[in-house]
Nanobody, 118 residues
Framework: QVQLAESGGGQVHPGGSLKLSCVTSGSTFSFNAMGWYRQAPGKQRELVATIKSGGRTTYSDSVKGRFTISRRDPMNTVYLQMNSLTPEDTAIYYC????????????WGRGTQVTVSS
């Protein structure tokens, strides 16, 4: 059974930094893509950043230039370096792994809380 476990969340002041980690277990293959999503109170879950097995990355406009997604090979660990945090970044951050292996698959972690406040 594939499991994703996020860590690294916490509370920081505006302008601060955090680094999130997502470690997976139970997989016998490398995921096609991994990414980070977030959900703020009262809002829908939104994409933050993704990284594909070839290393290509994408970012939402709201975090571009401030956040950096990276991975450790084999592709079962992914990180999110978050700099210049603002209160608008406050949310639960979820790790995601997805791709196609015969059928499409998608796995989610349980999330880690990030709170940015003064």
């Amino acid at each position: 059974q594939v499991q994703l476990a996020e860590s690294g969340g916490g509370q920081v002041h505006p302008g601060g930094s955090l680094k999130l980690s997502c470690v997976t277990s139970g997989s016998t293959f490398s995921f096609n893509a991994m990414g980070w999503y977030r959900q703020a109170p009262g809002k829908q879950r939104e994409l933050v950043a993704t990284i594909k097995s070839g290393g290509r990355t994408t970012y939402s406009d709201s975090v571009k230039g401030r956040f950096t997604i990276s991975r450790r090979d084999p592709m079962n660990t992914v990180y999110l370096q978050m700099n210049s945090l603002t209160p608008e970044d406050t949310a639960i951050y979820y790790c995601n792994a997805n791709g196609i292996r015969g059928n499409a698959y998608a796995y989610w972690g349980r999330g880690t809380q990030v709170t940015v406040s003064s």
